[in-house]
């Protein structure tokens, strides 16, 4: 089958020398990337830029911006069986960029953001996937009933929610503890590596491309 993964952060210019960007390692993505080509699918990476390296048998396309992520998606994701969306888009960009490297000068400075496209949320309409939709969610409070609203909003098959508030797991860590959350119920997987949680996630999305086709 034909899998893409989105992963890493974006990297929002100010000026030449300085961006806007998240704590996203990729790590989630990049292990999902990888059990999906493990199982032997055929797999897209597109990754904001991280310090990972690409894994074996992985097609990958690095964007930066929020922006060539979108476009990135919007090229790929009709051939798709199964798309998952774990990178973490900032969800405000720079409203212009400076051509040249801003100087110090005021004892303020204000910068103007506006809200980047919602690549996930743009899956269904306008881009027309019909395929299974994954979606993640980074929440630090009400973890479930957040993630039930991504859900139905951006129209996923499942959402894939961790809690950045704790301690040792998610941003960064090798750690992580996640809810699966379905339409009509959700899961927990306890914590584990990204590695193992990565390979329980593909069993549980192949699982629910397979019931979806029935
Ligand atoms: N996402 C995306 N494009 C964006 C923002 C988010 O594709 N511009 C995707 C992420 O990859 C993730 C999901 O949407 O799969 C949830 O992202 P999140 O930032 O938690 O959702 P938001 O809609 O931005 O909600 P919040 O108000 O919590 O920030």
Do not use: W
């Amino acid at each position: 089958m034909h899998i893409l993964v989105t992963a890493g952060p974006t990297r929002e210019p100010i000026d030449p020398v300085r961006f806007l960007t998240n704590r996203s390692s990729g790590k989630m993505g990049y292990e999902l990337a990888a059990a999906f080509a493990h199982a032997g699918h055929t797999v897209l990476l597109v990754s904001g830029p991280t310090a990972l390296d690409v894994p074996d048998r992985v097609d990958f396309l690095p964007v930066e911006t929020a922006a060539e992520m979108h476009a990135a998606v919007a090229n790929h994701l009709e051939r798709m069986d199964i798309a998952v969306f774990a990178a973490a888009v900032a969800d405000y960009t720079p409203s212009t960029v400076a051509p040249e490297k801003v100087k110090k000068s005021a004892d303020t400075l204000t910068l103007e953001l506006v809200k980047t496209p919602d690549i996930l949320g743009s899956a269904r309409t306008p881009f027309g996937f019909a395929g299974t939709l994954v979606g993640f969610a980074a929440e630090t409070e009400n973890l479930e009933a957040n993630a039930r609203e991504k859900l139905t909003r951006k129209r996923c098959d499942l959402i894939v929610a961790n809690d950045v508030s704790k301690p040792g797991i998610g941003f960064d860590s090798d750690q992580n503890e996640i809810l699966l959350v379905y339409p009509d119920h959700s899961e927990a997987l306890p914590q584990a590596s990204k590695h193992d949680l990565a390979h329980q996630l593909v069993q549980a999305i192949l699982e629910l491309y397979t019931a979806q086709k029935k």
